[in-house]
């Protein structure tokens, strides 16, 4: 007997009780729903925060909260309807009535229903929608708002469906995993969507990290110039925030291209490693003023569209980013809000509670024309307050504002991000944002499967939306982008063997903690170094953070669990003290630096070689998978050890290849790969500001 099937019309309460903070909460959310009801975003401007994102702590000059909420209320939206202002952009030939791009999510991602709602609220509130890559649903193909994605799997892809809708987008990246290729699970891969992908149903969607023919900015200019000649339709490139994405942008700008896509760090998605989402690239709010400036000395910023995705909730921040130097906004995951998500997190596994990324075999579906109306709605509600800004502003075009960044100031921030956003700084402080560790449980593939965390949705960048333990969770890991290609670990093979100057060699950089002997034996067959190991070198010494170690040690081991420690700087700053000592001293290549401390993932590890450590300790997380197996008997705990340590070797792979490296030998020492999202910080650990 057929399941009988549940419709979605209604919303639902949003997932609570997170131990860290959530970009998406639940006041968001509410704020989004409202909208998506009344018509009207209430607030229609929030307050200046003392955390969080540069946009939730700029503020737009002569602007007043109450004054700006009594004119709506008096108005209406009747009334706002009515005000002689232009919020619109012309987009691809056509005039939109609302900045906003509805971000690129497939049939697949999103399971069929909720594509149809998004194009047809595209088309009713005048605004556009990127169908994503995987092949074009037969419902969406009868909007006109629409934009074809050209992506590197190039699943779905033909002349019919490239010569639909207003444009193409040539996808180098996206926000939520750049440097990476995209990821449908085979559960999600089953019939309609596996035809439209031309795919065997139940077999795995992988898009490769680098589109094979383009490795060059030449190539991106010949594949812009061949869609544009064979679609007829002007081209978009989507890239995700990166350090390199002004040079892209200015490549894209004179291949002939319409504009760029630039989504930030804590976009959504339907899948992406968990350490990728959580520490690569950059937030849009440090990547918005950088590529307008470049665009503009280079004499490519006009007839050039910059669209700004990533984190993007609200009127008042599509305001910010054209303050900035935008044109409109790339909105994804507000638009699935307005459609009912609770974020949850599970977009990945096909059972999404209200609909919307679920697999097609769930008896689960959403009501179109309920969502429809939803999101249609809520776009009506941007449009008003985008209008009422620019009224209160006292302007008749949203277009006047691009780039009038005397309008903003920006509070609890330091210079150095001040001078990168070109605003004014109102009240100096620190961008990180620190708070209590705190640990999340070790998923059970890691250590039966060895297995990376796959998660869906985004809002998650440490120290910035959500609490940092230390400086090292403020820097961002940079990815490769046309200008530099990225490496795939599913098809290259990516070297992260470490040799010491006397000629160890170890498998990986990642040191073992000898608390367990099953552990000891499991780093041991896979030729990890453990600390019991090092620490029995004649030639080591073992400091902590602050002190130097007795001359002629070789293997110098900083460990922030010695005595002494507390007080002292941070080890991430040591390590970067005695690197470059050792390096002015010219016996750098004789010297072996190792890190030892609580440190959580493999992010940790390749921040600290970045920052010139040889090899780094996963003690916390191995310690804590130390307390989970201790009721399994030796072989079962060793093989639980090996398949865990097989995964932090992995992501370590996958965050290399993001960058583009093919041996950790490049890594080492190689600060020019990270980024810092606070000044202090950057100036700590000898690394740049994000965005520079």
């Not at 690197?579 to 010297?591: A, F, K, L, P």
Request: charged share 25%; aromatic share 6%; proline share 7%.
């Amino acid at each position: 007997m057929a399941a009988r099937v549940r419709i979605v019309n209604r919303y639902i309460p949003p997932v609570g009780g997170l131990k860290a903070p959530e970009f998406w909460d639940a006041r968001r959310i509410a704020r989004i729903r409202a909208a998506a009801t009344i018509g009207l975003e209430k607030p229609l401007l929030s307050p200046v925060a003392r955390r969080g994102r540069l946009l939730d702590r700029l503020e737009i000059e002569g602007l007043r909260p109450r004054e700006l909420e009594a004119l709506a209320e008096k108005l209406g939206p009747q009334g706002i309807d009515r005000l002689d202002v232009d919020v619109g952009i012309g987009f691809a030939g056509v005039r939109l009535r609302v900045p906003v791009y509805l971000g690129d999510m497939s049939f697949g991602a999103l399971s069929g229903n909720p594509n149809i709602a998004l194009a047809r609220a595209a088309d009713a509130a005048g605004a556009v929608v990127g169908v994503g890559e995987g092949g074009l649903h037969p419902e969406v193909a009868k909007s006109r708002n629409i934009v074809i994605q050209w992506a590197s799997g190039r699943f779905g892809i033909d002349r019919y469906m490239l010569r639909r809708g207003l444009a193409v987008n040539i996808k180098i990246g996206q926000g939520a995993k750049p440097g990476i290729g995209g990821h449908l699970p085979a559960e999600k891969v089953t019939g309609e969507i596996a035809r439209l992908r031309k795919l065997p149903p139940g077999s795995e969607a992988l898009s490769p990290a680098p589109h094979h023919d383009i490795y060059s900015i030449e190539d991106l200019a010949q594949r812009v110039k061949m869609l544009a000649e064979f679609t007829g339709k002007p081209v978009l490139v989507k890239t995700a925030a990166t350090n390199q994405v002004g040079f892209v942008a200015v490549g894209t700008a004179r291949a002939g291209a319409m504009g760029i896509i630039v989504d930030g760090a804590g976009a959504g998605t339907g899948a992406t490693p968990k350490i990728v989402r959580d520490h690569v690239g950059v937030p849009i709010d440090y990547a918005v003023p950088r590529v307008h400036d470049l665009l503009v000395s280079n004499g490519v910023r006009e007839g050039f569209t910059l669209i700004a995705g990533g984190m993007v909730s609200a009127a008042e921040d599509i305001a910010k980013l054209v303050m900035l130097g935008a044109d409109m906004a790339m909105m994804g995951t507000a638009a699935l809000i307005a459609m009912g998500c609770i974020m949850c997190h599970i977009c990945n596994t096909g059972r999404c509670p209200t609909a919307l990324t679920n697999s097609l075999q769930q008896p689960v579906r959403l009501d179109v024309e309920w969502a429809t109306e939803r999101v249609t709605t809520w776009l009506r509600a941007v449009e008003r307050s985008l209008k009422l800004i620019v009224y209160a502003l006292g302007e008749d075009s949203l277009a006047r504002l691009r780039g009038r960044r005397s309008l903003l100031r920006l509070y609890n921030a330091d210079e150095a991000v001040a001078k990168l956003l070109g605003v004014e700084l109102a009240e100096p402080g620190e961008v990180a944002w620190y708070g209590d560790p705190h640990d999340e449980p070790i998923p059970r593939e890691v250590y039966e499967k060895a297995k990376t965390p796959v998660v869906g949705m985004g809002g998650v960048v440490p120290g910035y939306t959500t609490p940092a333990e230390r400086p090292l969770d403020l820097l961002r890991i940079e990815a490769a982008q046309v200008t530099r290609p990225p490496v795939d670990p599913y098809r290259e093979e990516i070297d992260i063997a470490t040799r010491l100057p006397d000629g160890t060699v170890y498998e990986a950089p990642i040191v073992v903690p000898c608390s367990d002997p099953a552990l000891v034996e499991a780093a041991e067959g896979l030729g990890y170094p453990t600390e019991c190991g090092l620490l029995e070198r004649p030639d080591a010494a073992a400091v902590p953070p602050g002190s130097e170690p007795p001359p002629g040690t070789r293997v110098v081991i900083v460990d922030e669990g010695l005595r002494g420690a507390r007080g002292k700087p941070w080890l991430e700053e040591w390590i970067v003290r005695l690197d470059d000592s050792y390096w002015r001293d010219g016996i750098r290549e004789t010297v072996a630096l190792v890190a030892l401390g609580g440190f959580r993932h493999s992010a940790d590890v390749y921040k600290l070689v970045a920052l010139g450590a040889d090899l780094v300790s996963a003690r916390r997380s191995l310690e804590r998978l130390r307390v989970k197996l201790s009721g399994l008997d030796a072989d079962r705990r060793r093989e639980a050890y090996e398949n865990a340590l097989i995964e932090l070797g992995w992501e370590l792979r996958l965050l290399m290849g993001a960058g583009g490296l093919t041996s950790v030998q490049s890594l080492r020492g190689n600060r020019w790969l990270l980024r810092s999202l606070d000044g202090r910080v950057a100036r700590m650990l000898e690394v740049d500001v994000a965005g520079y």
